[in-house]
């Protein structure tokens, strides 16, 4: 069966003393569940977010990294410098490292095979945008993205994927895919990856659903049968709504 998944986005917010004081008050209020509970905090406060919760249920996952091993990328930070901090999940293929900072199909392609190579686990976002979703051109680019940035991997790299499905128009704007809108996508990514691969993959994938989800909208969308869970930005940086967020799983 496949996993329930509810992940903290936290993106480029939070200090360290803001950090601890939200893992404290998170860990403080987590409910019993059966869903996996995910972190991902910004690189500077990572490692010490990994020692905070060495002990708890919650996980702790990178938001990025890059595909080589070491060497002269400024800025950058590497599989083995995660794993080194015992951080073994990354979030690859967010819109916003595709939108503003130009990472391709290909670039996300060399960085998921980098993680697997690594032994590390990969939640991989993709999305079309609100242009895209009008002309009725939702499904071409979501299939576009999976094959370009996941579809050379061998059958047995599945079971270290997570998928979001994250449409670019519902990011941090409030408005929310439809229930219905969520499943009909989550129902197409599984066939998609039926065709491409086989239905046991496709069944045993999860698929979290990704953009302004909060406590008053995720009970219906969880409610639906091919969404696993969900990663959470805005929702995810108050404890009160991102426990809110757990319980409804
Ligand atoms: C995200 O950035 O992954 C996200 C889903 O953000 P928000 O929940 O704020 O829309």
């Not at 065709?195 to 989800?213: M, W």
Request: some cysteine; charged content about 25%.
């Amino acid at each position: 069966m496949r996993s329930k998944i509810v992940a903290g986005n936290w993106k480029m917010n939070k200090n360290l003393n803001e950090t601890k004081a939200l893992l404290e008050e998170l860990s403080g209020k987590l409910p019993k569940t059966e869903a996996e509970v995910i972190v991902a905090p910004t690189f500077v406060n990572l490692a010490d977010t990994a020692r905070t919760l060495e002990s708890s249920e919650i996980k702790v996952a990178a938001q990025n990294m890059h595909f080589a091993k070491s060497g002269a990328y400024t800025g950058e930070i590497s599989a083995d410098m995660l794993l080194n901090i015992n951080v073994d999940t990354v979030i690859i293929g967010h819109s916003e490292r595709r939108a503003y900072f130009g990472e391709t199909d290909d670039l996300l392609a060399k960085k998921v095979k980098a993680a697997l190579e690594n032994n590390m686990r990969v939640i991989f976002c993709f999305g079309e945008e609100l242009e895209e979703r009008k002309a009725g051109n939702h499904f071409k680019v979501v299939e576009s993205q999976l094959k370009n940035g996941l579809f050379d991997l061998p059958a047995d790299a599945w079971q270290h994927i997570v998928l979001a499905y994250e449409p670019v128009w519902a990011i941090g704007t409030g408005e929310t895919a439809s229930p219905e809108q969520a499943q009909e996508m989550h129902a197409f990514i599984r066939k998609t990856i039926t065709e491409a691969y086989n239905t046991s993959i496709a069944d045993e994938v999860s698929i979290l659903y990704g953009g302004s989800v909060k406590p008053s909208n995720a009970n219906e969308i969880f409610s639906k049968p091919d969404v696993d869970g969900g990663l959470i930005g805005g929702a995810a940086l108050k404890a009160d709504d991102f426990v809110a967020i757990i319980e409804a799983i």
